[in-house]
């Protein structure tokens, strides 16, 4: 099942179910509302969604629409809480390596994660907005995972059955703030402005076989203004899976349902495949010459970011945001 | 005006307006069903809201029924956002101080926040559920602001306008968690399980003077099994105001309703005041005797927090907590 939500002036949307070729839509409306009220209550609404899914793609559903990623929020405007891991330890290796850093051995066993904020999502299409490009703005691509309710102490494995949907994510950073800011301890905040996520946030089960083991093995790709950048392979060289690290943050407190879950810069040890952030091509470019070139985003540049399915096919839609300096 | 939420086994339990003496409460049914709704639509619900609470002291509300705080829930059970600063600078300087560390002078200029979990909130009387007390179970009495929508790059004054409600707070921490948890480099994950908040969430005109420069200029009493450890007072050390605090947030991202912003730990340079955490009062310990003293919680622990008005009444109501295993 395939589902997005449409802007409609209010704060969390119109839930919408998406045909799986992404051309259509219909309303949920008489099913469930919002994103969050479907979350809240998965086992009886889901399957009245699925039921309307299946209606839509037959081309049967009385009242489907074109369907426009432009008229999407998040899938979730906003969510009760947001927490993205850095699962893909080439990814910290390089960066590491660059600045001539060693990897702690823990890295290995126990995954690295922050708490990010998620009152305020931007849409696929919005303008990632910011007051100075001083910052070094970056962008991220991702995977996300949202969960049903998980109880504290929970396994990895029995974590991975609370996996409701998946998303594609662009966990925007603004780099230059990031030594100050991780320096005073207590993590990131001015450093990650607001996160954006795909269209469309899909089942596992719409991933087939591409959903393994607690992992998404697909292509994602990165396009930055209209180059392509990465298309970095996002299976394999996940450290930890997503019942990891969702049973990493269940250690000590519940999980409640709507909870997203992120994967971190998707990184592979084949350089040639290029990157999913700037960062680290900044890293290659130092460890192989001593100084990175590669200069971070400017306003007007653009970052789409996609993944396709095994048939070919959008699984999410894309990403596709603008720079944009801040109106005062 | 004095809001609460009551369980009645929805995830966003059901607003009530409480009377000033807290007697009292009245279903907000018709106006408003949830705090977040309020939130969302503040200008428009909040009026009618007054005019109920305004009837429910006069005695005249038709349909009121005795208040008791173990009905509640948190004010949000679970909201959008939950930043945690520590504003206390005499907390940090003694923290740091018993390690032998030193406090970076940035940190008198530029707040130290940390980004928490905010899908799940403790309600005043619920059970603080632990897997181990091996963990350093440890209870953090603050006060926290919950803001309307904040624009990004707000300034510290126009940040106090954006203050819908005040709150009292219970930030649970693991202190055995934190250091490994710190040195990873991401800030709190496990460190920090599930925020407790006071019954009673209430409008900053409740204050009255005592509201005075994004400040409450009243005593914080926590209560340890039954003993009162400390009668720490939150206005006049705290090093930086709720509109820094929100003003820091907005630095690089907007805020959006229903954010809640906390104050860190209430601390005073004078030490027979007391605590409003254990860490605080064994970072004394070791640095009069070179040893920490005083253990972290058991299973069975209580802790009250409380915060009276100049007039002697109860502002928020009481916290009062029990520490408790993990049933599995």
């Known amino acids: 099942m395939k589902l997005a939500t449409l802007k409609d002036g209010s704060r969390d949307g119109q839930l919408v179910v998406v045909s799986r070729d992404l ?32 209606t839509l793609n037959d081309g049967k559903a009385r ?29 910290v ?4 390596k660059a600045r001539g850093a060693e990897v702690p051995a823990s890295f290995y066993e126990d995954p690295l994660m922050y708490q990010g904020g998620s009152d305020d999502f931007l849409g696929p299409t919005d303008d990632a907005v910011f007051a100075s490009t001083d910052w070094g703005i970056d962008f991220e691509s991702e995977v996300a995972v949202v969960t049903g309710d998980v109880p504290m102490g929970t396994s990895p494995d029995s ?7 998946l998303m594609l994510v662009n966990d925007w950073s603004l780099r230059n703030l990031i030594p100050a800011e991780l320096a005073k301890g207590f993590g990131f905040l001015q450093a990650k ?45 996940m450290s930890f899976h997503f019942g990891q690290l969702i049973a990493h943050v269940a250690r000590t407190r519940r999980l409640r349902a709507g909870s997203i879950v992120g994967s971190g810069t998707v990184s592979n040890k084949d350089w040639s495949r290029g990157y ?32 396709k399915g ?5 699984v999410f839609g894309a990403i596709d945001q603008r720079v944009a300096p801040l109106q005062t």
């Open 310 to 314: 095994t048939d070919g096919t959008s």
């Open 63 to 91: 009242h489907a629409f074109a369907f426009d990623p432009r008229q999407c929020t998040a899938p979730l405007p906003r969510a009760f809480q947001w927490v993205d891991g850095s699962a893909y330890l080439n990814h």
């Open 159 to 165: 974590a991975l059955d609370s996996v409701r949907l």
């Open 93 to 96: 290796e390089l960066v590491r």
């Open 23 to 54: 051309t259509q839509a219909h309303h949920a409306t008489g099913i469930a509302g919002t994103m969050q009220h479907l979350l809240d209550d998965w086992n009886f609404i889901s399957p009245q969604l699925e039921d309307l899914y299946a």
């Open 193 to 237: 402005p607001a996160t954006a996520f795909g269209p469309v946030a899909v089942t596992p089960d719409e991933l087939r076989d591409a959903w393994q083991g607690g992992r998404v093995h697909l292509t994602l790709e990165s396009r930055w203004n209209g180059r392509s950048v990465g298309r970095t392979e996002a299976g394999p060289e």
């Open 276 to 307: 999913s952030c700037i960062a680290e091509k900044r890293a290659i470019e130092t460890i192989e010459s001593g100084a990175p070139k590669t200069e971070f985003m400017r306003y007007g540049d653009r970052i789409r970011i996609e993944m």
